[in-house]
């Protein structure tokens, strides 16, 4: 049960010490849209205000999806609630804010994590995924997108050019221990080991001194973060082509085969796949 001092509507938060476990909760699929937005938007805020508080762990209540993607028909209104944070309708400066954070941040990963919920993890301090069961993509490409939450600058500089190249133009499906191999995530662990293992971790970091952790990611940060300015540029891209006819046109026929549907997010990369078939056997009626 929620804490009185941290009521949402899409996350379960929990207090333990300097650690805050918040557990991501928006059916039927987690999908990144203007509550959970909002609800994040809230809770970095007073996570910040709240002087004790060091590290949050982001865990997610559905073991099939941390966060699928964003929601497509709420594109306007999530980027509406971001601009409560940064002042600008993007999730990709709102990701960036994240990072940059004196909050240290761990996604601890089960099920699936694409698009925005892919960004959403990079921009997290450290990763740890469910070997069994974390699923990772990019799937903008399968759109005629550009990734408009930072996964280019992210994923660029955690795997390299070329691994970043497969990811971003494939938008396929990564497995846990292939994310591994790649830098995607710091480490595949079993299941039933991961839990305890985030939870070890997070503790630890909690006890130390609030001044060095911030310190340590201020220097990390000014060498690896990306400037605002390409965060930004990527938003746009994502913005400006978002309603262009092939991308629309995509959508709709991802929406047919049951994109944003629990059996169809299971299967979406199957789906992602077959979008240029489908409309090959449409123009031949």
Known sequence: MNSPAWPFETLNVRAEGAVLVVEIGAPPMNLLGPELVRDLVSLIQRAEAEHDVKVLVFRSADPQYF?????????AEYRAEAAKLT??????LLFRYLSASRLVTIAQIEGRVRGAGSEFVLACDLRFAARETAIFAQIEAAFGLVPGGGGVEYLVRVMGRARALEVLLSGDDFDAGLAERYGWINRALPADELGDFVETLAQRIGTFPLAGLTAIKD???AISLAPVEDFQLDSDLFGSHVGSAESQRRT????????????????LGSILAELNDQQDKEDER
């Open 252 to 267: 709709r026929t991802a929406f047919e085969r049951g994109l944003q549907t629990p059996d169809g997010e299971l299967a």
């Open 87 to 92: 002042g600008v309708p993007s999730i990709a």
């Open 219 to 221: 220097r990390v940060n």
């Open 67 to 75: 966060i699928s993607h964003v929601d497509l028909h709420k594109v």
